[in-house]
């Protein structure tokens, strides 16, 4: 979303005089300091300039960095914020040591930079806004000949290759905070930058308290902020490795302007300037909405804006105060409807799609080396983890990302978003929990071959050959959940001759672990049962295949939800006696049994 704003609501009044630069117009030296009232530092390129100012309503006086070439006067760092110069008596100067020094009345020092210890110190303003002081034969163009720089002290702005982060060797965090008001430049109360526990996470927050949470980065962006990609003229880039933790952003045209701001009013924003009408557009800001706030709707609850009410339960998971939800009182969340077993190896994974994921402070994350089936495979050997994602999404095609994300605690913090951004996200759910999503499109009919064990069944069979194909050979892309049972699969639509595949139809197929304890006997039995479950709102059983040690059920595609939803959602409630009345009575008992323990095959 793309929202106007006026110049005069957050810009600042600069009392300066300008004149056109001269030759070495961009430097400060010993013999040449920088006196309020006089010419302001420009740099080479005229985008920045560096000297006294005054915002609106106020007299004090301060030393800052500003857009030299914009209608609007645009404020973008500020040396002394904490202690303002009273008059017009101010001094910018650089000691013999390389030290910044400002002076007010009397010569009185109001604020300096770090001691330095350089023999010909000079104070640079380069292009790009970054203010930076090197000895005099240094080259600006290399880092390690800047000895102090103003982009490592951040005050409100992001600018391109400003980085936001730690410094890992020296524990140094760069971080926005924002103004007092917008006449007082004085550290205010909104900070934006990187919380470092856990998989490192964008936050905003207000003193101590979080507001709004980024999310980690995913290898494209910061999962809870879709908006970071959508406009193709920045470049985005996140380091982590032993010496550092950054963001830092590029513009792809150079012609663009655009930074970052940490408004006083509490808002991240990412502001582009439009030359034509002479004004910021906010390309995107958070917190956005209402699920964008911290925590919205409780731990293990899911935040969804096109939704009313906002907070539901992840599949497996239940009000854990329900009638406070009635109210719309959602901040004790959601607990399991089923508890998880580990020992017994049969829990599976509800999938979250477009997710913002939770809160990562206290997971565990593995950026490389790990296959999302591996990560799969992680989180059921460890009886505490609740989820798991890829960490990295950033691969050429579906299915090639790496690394790993696991949670060990509830999940805080999680939303879905309607079209772009998010990831898939997987939450652990008992087996009886899980219900059987999924669509493909595919033809057969009877088949019977050698080796697929067909002398007992009345239902179609399909052929071990046929299913690997239209999967992918199994696929992880292919690949929609997995449940107790095993895997559930997608199928591509494919039409094939000699009569091997014929009508089509929907449907989702389910594999059978090889680590199951059920035998073939017990498989054969209870394919028989579920094919004499007819039903209009039971999922339909539509053939199986037991070839080669391989067993799978294939069944047709329920688009509105689990066959469990359907026997126990609000919305429809189906009496065991009401199926009953429809089966032979030799399956009465089983049938009863069946849907009293709510299993789904």
């Known amino acids: 979303m793309m929202r106007r704003l006026s110049g005069t609501s957050f810009l600042l009044y600069l009392l300066i005089t300008l004149s056109s630069p001269s030759k070495g117009a961009d430097t400060l030296t010993l013999d040449h300091p920088i006196a309020d009232g006089?010419?302001?530092?420009?740099?080479?390129?005229?985008?920045?300039?560096?000297?006294?100012?005054?915002?609106?309503?106020?007299?004090?006086?301060?030393?800052?960095?500003?857009?030299?070439?914009?209608?609007?006067?645009?404020?973008?760092?500020?040396?002394?914020?904490?202690?303002?110069?009273?008059?017009?008596?101010?001094?910018?100067?650089?000691?013999?040591?390389?030290?910044?020094?400002?002076?007010?009345?009397?010569?009185?020092?109001?604020?300096?930079?770090?001691?330095?210890?350089?023999?010909?110190?000079?104070?640079?303003?380069?292009?790009?806004?970054?203010?930076?002081?090197?000895?005099?034969d240094g080259n600006p163009s290399d880092p390690n000949s800047i000895a102090w720089q103003s982009f490592d002290y951040p005050t409100d702005t992001l600018l391109p290759?400003?980085?936001?982060?730690?410094?890992?060797?020296?524990?140094?965090?760069?971080?926005?905070?924002?103004?007092?008001?917008?006449?007082?430049?004085?550290?205010?109360?909104?900070?934006?930058?990187?919380?470092l526990r856990g998989d490192p996470q964008l936050f905003v927050w207000s003193g101590t308290r979080a507001v709004w949470r980024g999310g980690p980065w995913n290898g494209l962006q910061f999962t809870g902020f879709p908006q970071m990609r959508a406009f193709n003229v920045l470049s985005l880039q996140f380091v982590v490795d032993a010496t550092q933790v950054v963001y830092v952003f590029h513009m792809i045209n150079a012609s663009i302007v655009s930074r970052v701001v940490m408004n006083y009013s509490g808002t991240v924003r990412r502001l582009v300037w439009v030359d034509n009408s002479k004004i910021w557009n906010?390309?995107?800001?958070?917190?956005?909405?209402?699920?964008?706030?911290?925590?919205?709707?409780?731990?293990?609850?899911?935040?969804?804006?096109?939704?009313?009410?906002?907070?539901?339960?992840?599949?497996?998971?239940?009000?854990?105060?329900?009638?406070?939800?009635?109210?719309?009182?959602?901040?004790?969340?959601?607990?399991?409807?089923?508890?998880?077993?580990?020992?017994?190896?049969?829990?599976?994974?509800?999938?979250?799609?477009?997710?913002?994921?939770?809160?990562?402070?206290?997971?565990?994350?593995?950026?490389?080396?790990?296959?999302?089936?591996?990560?799969?495979?992680?989180?059921?050997?460890?009886?505490?983890?609740?989820?798991?994602?890829?960490?990295?999404?950033?691969?050429?095609?579906?299915?090639?990302?790496?690394?790993?994300?696991?949670?060990?605690?509830?999940?805080?913090?999680?939303?879905?978003?309607?079209?772009?951004?998010?990831?898939?996200?997987?939450?652990?759910?008992?087996?009886?929990?899980?219900?059987?999503?999924?669509?493909?499109?595919f033809f057969t009919e009877r088949h019977n071959d050698e080796g697929t064990e067909a002398k007992d069944f009345d239902l179609p069979l399909f052929h071990l050959g046929t299913v690997a194909d239209a999967t992918g050979n199994f696929s992880v892309e292919n690949k929609l959940g997995e449940g107790g049972f095993g895997p559930v699969y997608k199928l591509f639509s494919t039409r094939r001759s000699q009569g091997k595949l014929e009508d089509e139809q929907e449907i989702a197929v389910k594999r059978l672990s090889k680590t199951s304890a059920q035998g073939v006997d017990e498989f054969k039995n209870e394919v028989v049962l579920i094919a004499k479950l007819q039903h209009r709102n039971l999922v339909r059983l539509l053939g199986c295949c037991i070839q080669g040690g391989e067993r799978m059920l294939i069944y047709e595609y329920m688009p509105n939800g689990s066959l469990d939803s359907f026997l126990f959602g609000d919305q429809f409630i189906l009496s065991p006696f009401h199926v009953i009345s429809n089966l032979h009575s030799s399956l009465i008992m089983r049938v009863f049994a069946q849907i009293q323990r709510r299993v789904v095959c």
């Open 282 to 441: 906010s390309l995107w800001y958070a917190p956005g909405d209402r699920c964008d706030t911290i925590f919205p709707c409780g731990p293990n609850a899911v935040c969804d804006t096109s939704k009313s009410p906002l907070c539901s339960c992840p599949q497996g998971f239940q009000p854990k105060n329900p009638t406070n939800w009635g109210f719309r009182d959602d901040t004790d969340g959601c607990m399991r409807t089923t508890e998880v077993d580990c020992r017994n190896g049969t829990d599976g994974f509800a999938l979250v799609s477009r997710a913002k994921l939770p809160d990562t402070s206290s997971s565990t994350v593995e950026w490389v080396g790990t296959t999302l089936d591996q990560c799969r495979a992680k989180c059921l050997k460890n009886c505490s983890c609740t989820a798991y994602a890829q960490a990295n999404i950033s691969g050429s095609g579906s299915g090639s990302g790496s690394g790993c994300i696991l949670w060990s605690t509830n999940l805080t913090d999680l939303r879905v978003f309607d079209s772009i951004g998010g990831q898939d996200l997987y939450v652990r759910a008992a087996a009886a929990d899980l219900g059987m999503p999924g669509m493909a499109t």
């Open 38 to 136: 006089g010419q302001p530092l420009i740099s080479e390129g005229g985008s920045f300039a560096l000297g006294f100012f005054s915002p609106t309503g106020s007299d004090s006086r301060y030393v800052g960095i500003w857009y030299n070439k914009i209608s609007a006067p645009t404020v973008v760092w500020v040396a002394n914020r904490q202690r303002p110069v009273t008059g017009k008596d101010g001094s910018l100067s650089v000691a013999a040591n390389g030290t910044l020094v400002i002076t007010g009345e009397n010569s009185t020092v109001v604020w300096s930079s770090p001691s330095l210890a350089l023999s010909d110190p000079v104070a640079q303003l380069l292009d790009d806004g970054n203010f930076v002081v090197r000895e005099a």
């Open 161 to 195: 290759g400003m980085k936001l982060g730690w410094n890992m060797t020296t524990g140094f965090n760069r971080q926005l905070t924002s103004w007092a008001s917008a006449s007082d430049p004085a550290p205010g109360e909104h900070t934006y930058g990187i919380d």
